[in-house]
């Protein structure tokens, strides 16, 4: 079992930055990948940033460039850094993790909600 415990977030005006964490704890086998995607209502989930247990990152199109995805090991911590904030970046961001599928494979972006871990959710809102 993992738990995961998201703060950060909040209201900002465009091109400003915010910081979400995602501190794991439990079993951490279960958090070999860990992601975040959002949700902004009446639309679909979209996976935003993944890292994987050798520090490979991937990154949503429309986030490549301006957010950073990172994991401090000792503290089991995700981090979401984002700049350049847009008001179409708008949404609830969830942190999410599990452990490595069949072959040490963790999912693609698109498939971040099917982890079995996530956090409580944080909302974000950027005005224009």
């Known amino acids: 079992q993992v738990q995961l415990l998201q703060s950060g977030g909040g209201s900002v005006q465009a091109g400003g930055s915010l910081r979400l964490s995602c501190a794991a704890s439990?079993?951490?086998?279960?958090?070999?990948?860990m992601g975040w995607f959002r949700q902004a209502p009446g639309q679909e989930r979209e996976g935003v940033a993944q890292?994987?247990?050798?520090?490979?990152?991937s990154y949503a199109d429309s986030v490549k460039g301006r957010f950073t995805i990172s994991k401090d090991n000792a503290k089991n911590t995700l981090y979401l850094e984002m700049n350049n904030l847009e008001p179409e970046d708008t949404a609830m961001y969830y942190c999410?993790?599990?452990?490595?599928?069949?072959?040490?494979?963790?999912?693609?972006?698109?498939?971040?909600?099917?982890?079995?871990?996530w956090g409580q959710g944080t909302q974000v809102t950027v005005s224009s």
């Open positions: 890292i994987e247990r050798d520090g490979r990152t």
């Open positions: 999410v993790a599990d452990g490595t599928f069949s072959g040490g494979y963790c999912y693609t972006l698109s498939h971040l909600s099917d982890y079995n871990y």
């Open positions: 439990g079993d951490s086998s279960h958090t070999h990948c």
